[in-house]
């Protein structure tokens, strides 16, 4: 501050030291005696208490390894018992998985299920430490126990198993059985086609858990439960069955399950039930003879959550107690040495005290109103010069008292803290008498840090102000924490860029001030092309450093006014401001920075040494003064346009068109329509004829049709697409099948229409259902309709897919009679290796070869083909789309004898299809 930060008339006054000096020598004060025997008393107990607190502390350091070994056993038991957990539940689909083993256990066969089940279980008891396993049957009633072969037909109530009985769902957990092992135990309920036939157990027994933890930790373990939670017989039977390692008679109150120790140290019981029993963890002290032990107890709960057993970590410290005691010993040796010789040393010393008490009179009462404190406290007179400073002043800036005696305070301001400050600072001392804020200071290295200082005007008996005392610390690190908060807040930590909340809350500032200057601006939404591939094929971390490469690179196609976001996942926003006011100029400066960012995106990138190649998709919508947008609109836009360059075939650009946003809304009130079209079973189903050669109807396609109460007719072109994207393909196909069964049935009633069959088309995500063929035969079953008279119609693009799969469902199906034709034949993925192992019954020529098959030769020839290949492997060939007698006497020339098109038929009503055919 500046010498005239403050000026007082009349400055306090004080004694000179001289004067000071000599009233205080008037009394003089001997130290020696007053001073020696009491000090040498302090230093021997100081001497004593440091030696009983190295003590303590050895004693706590060696607690608290203890202690962490016992937390780092429970970690590791939770971490086994769910390994094991997992293992238990793949070894027990495994189990249930195998059909000898499901039958034998349907059947109750049980000495077939125990000769399947010997030797494998056998296995798994010495590879997975699978202890304990129980075949049960739907009542609860052991049918056999693998560990236990000679003891079946009991009835078990364990918690896991009445659980997996009222969910219907596999439970695992660990559990208290009746042979008193504390066993983690898996029950997968067991269907087969469905229907329950009983359960399987699997356990592991927490002996195994503390073998495991001892190998893996090196420490020595054991497991105790409470005599309450079992009893005499059940714990000799566990002996009997599974080796219980203790004695029932060892304590009254307790029993050991496990132990890793040949023997247990004397009198760890009793200590430990005292833990163990008070519900509360700890660590204890057992000795004997010739070894000691640090015990630490954990509490360990079982599946129903309850504290039955206590996990035990013994440690043995024999030796590090010698050493600890051969170290007390030293430093009892080294602190006596040190009391002698300080003695000596505060001998010399207290005679020169009894002149710098006298001297130092006056400045300890200049420094009587708490002067030393954590925060740095300086005094300054009324010039801003200061008088005195404690140590965390000398602490915080490394100046000593002698560096600022007598200088200003501004000798503290760091170069980059502003002089107006300054002034503010005099203003509010001289209107308020105190101020408090944060300021640059200052060093005595040369480093910068935030203080945060208060000043205060102390004033005299005449309300005048005669000192100012200042506080300050330094906050610099809280300062650098709040900073972190906010980036953490703000930015995205793989990329350092604006997150999303950021980037919206800068969105909409620029929009308000797009509106209010009349500015026009982009916003630019990029989706990196198949991110997740990446994800899944290299690794997550491969992913985050592709995102890295695609940040650096943007960052290079950006302007001056740019802004680039991370809006999340693998999208990046760029906004762009301050483009042209005429729509045409300001697109095609957007249209340059999105296929600037197109081209650098699609270059490779090196992925730690791997060569990378990627595309992306990019969203364009304009905003400003013209085009009055919200935030949600404005995104809403960019993401609609992201998704056309997406469908368009990525690795490319589209911009927003109004026509994408109402295009999206009328596919999505289609949609809502299509709902409640179908709960009000507003579709119909009608038939188009199939003729043989005669000109004889024998079938009819059934074909849906969607009368809409307000829009009238609705093709099913446009319709069909829109269900198979929403899902609504399976209850509407599902509705078509069992329709057209029920048309069947009403037909066989007819002497004329009998010998009718109906083809229905079948989705491919229909044929892909698991249930499929279930939901085929149930419509069978619900509607009485003939297996024989349905044809179900598949297109090619069904048997990309698990073609094993096909097979085996169009083969349960064919047994049923249920019969195949292979639609729009020739015009997707045609396969003579596919073709020759489908039990199909007809192959459908597509309409698109008939409608030129006598103006294309090369659809003459696939027409040929289609029929010579049909008949040499035996099977039925219909043409669809017949609509003149020339195509249909072509087809007749080369072998194809029935038809559907035009010609004969457009799809009608069941009644009129029924007149068509009697007449």
Known sequence: MSGTAWRWPQPARTLPTDRMAAAASTQPVRLILQVLRPAALALLAVVALFLFGVSRYLHSVEVRRTEAFAQHAVAMWQHLREQQLGQLRL?????????????????????????????????????????????????????????????????????????????????????????STFTLRHVQPWFV???????????????????ELKRLLKQDMALLIDKRHTSEARYKAGQRVFHLPGQWGDDAQVVVLGQTLPHLPGGLLPAWRELALQGAGGVMDVSDASQAWSVAVRPLTDHGGRELASLAVLRDVAAERAEEAHQRLNLAAAGTAVVALLMCVLFLRVRAAEDWIRQSDAA?????????????????????????VNQAFTDITGYSFDDVRAKRLDALRAPDCPAPLTAHIQQQLRQHGHWLGDVRSQRRQGQTFDARLSLTLVRGQGREPSLCVGSFSDVTEHKAAEARIEQLAFFDTLTGLPNRRLLQDQLQQVLVACRQQGQTGAVLLIDLDDFKTLNDTLGHDMGDLLLQHMTARLQTCLGEQDTLARWGGDEFVVVMQGLSPVRAEAEGQARSLAARCLGLLSQSCDLAGQEYHTSCSIGVTLFGAAIPLSLDELMRQADLAMSEAKQAGRHTLRFFDPEMQAALNRRAALEADMRRSLQREEFRLHYQPQVDATGRIFGAEALVRWPHPERGMI?????????EHAGLILPLGEWVLETACRQLVAWAREPGLAHLTVSVNVSVRQFRLPDFVDMVLGVLARTGANPHRLKLELTESVLIDDMEAVIERMGTLKGHGVGFSLDDFGTGYSSLAYLKRLPLDQLKIDQSFVRHVLSDPHDASIARTVVALADAMGLAVIAEGVETEAQRDFLLQHGCRCYQGYLFGRPMSAAAFAQCVQG
Not at 114 to 142: C, K, M, N, T
Not at 193 to 211: M, N, R
Not at 364 to 388: K, P, T
Not at 715 to 723: G, L, N, Q, W, Y
């Open 91 to 179: 070894l027990s689909t495994n189990l249930t998985s195998d059909p000898l083993i499901a039958q034998a256990m349907r059947e109750a066969d049980v000495p077939r299920l125990q000769a399947l089940i010997r030797e494998r279980f056998a296995s798994l008891r010495q590879s997975h430490g699978v202890s304990h396993g129980y075949f049960i049957d739907p009542q609860r009633q052991v049918l056999l126990r693998a560990h236990d072969p000679g003891h079946r037909g009991d009835l078990i109530e364990r918690r896991t198993l009445l659980d997996a009985m009222s969910t219907g769902k596999p439970v695992g957990g660990m559990e208290l059985g009746a042979l």
């Open 193 to 211: 086609d469905g229907v329950l036939i009983g359960y399987l157990e699997l356990g592991s027994d927490a002996d195994w858990f503390i073998h």
């Open 364 to 388: 300890l009462r200049l420094a009587a109103a708490a002067f030393e404190s954590q925060e740095g406290i300086m005094v300054l007179d009324e010039r801003g010069a200061i008088l005195r």
């Open 715 to 723: 093709s099913p072109a446009e319709f069909i697409p829109v269900a």
